[in-house]
Nanobody, 123 residues
Framework: QVQLVESGGGLVQAGGSLRLSCVAS????????MGWFRQAPGTERDFVAA????????AYTDSVKGRFTISRDNAKNTVYLQMNSLKPEDTAVYYC????????????????WGQGTQVTVSS
């Protein structure tokens, strides 16, 4: 049984930082590209960032480039999202995902999701 368990969300003021973590089990973690998506109320679930199986390649949506950093530790089956200079528009539920292939950033194509962690940025 595949499980992705996120943690690290919370309430932070604009300009602050948070670090999200996602621990995976039940799948060969180092064989999967991993990603983070987010969903604000009334909107679709959107791609935020991804990291390749080995961690050598990363990708980001334009709105978070230069502020967010994705990383992974294959020995710990964990993927991270460091979020700096947070803005109110970053407020959303953040989801960890095992992405089906590099460059496939559609939420509809994701096979495995975590339960999500709420990030709220106050102005």
């Amino acid at each position: 049984q595949v499980q992705l368990v996120e943690s690290g969300g919370g309430l932070v003021q604009a300009g602050g930082s948070l670090r999200l973590s996602c621990v995976a089990s039940g799948l060969p973690f180092s064989s999967y590209h991993m990603g983070w998506f987010r969903q604000a109320p009334g909107t679709e679930r959107d791609f935020v960032a991804a990291i390749s199986r080995s961690g050598t390649s990363t990708a980001y949506t334009d709105s978070v480039k230069g502020r967010f950093t994705i990383s992974r530790d294959n020995a710990k089956n964990t993927v991270y999202l460091q979020m700096n200079s947070l803005k109110p528009e970053d407020t959303a539920v953040y989801y960890c995902a095992a992405v089906p292939g590099w460059g496939i950033w559609s939420a509809r194509r994701v096979d495995y999701w975590g339960q999500g962690t709420q990030v709220t940025v106050s102005s």
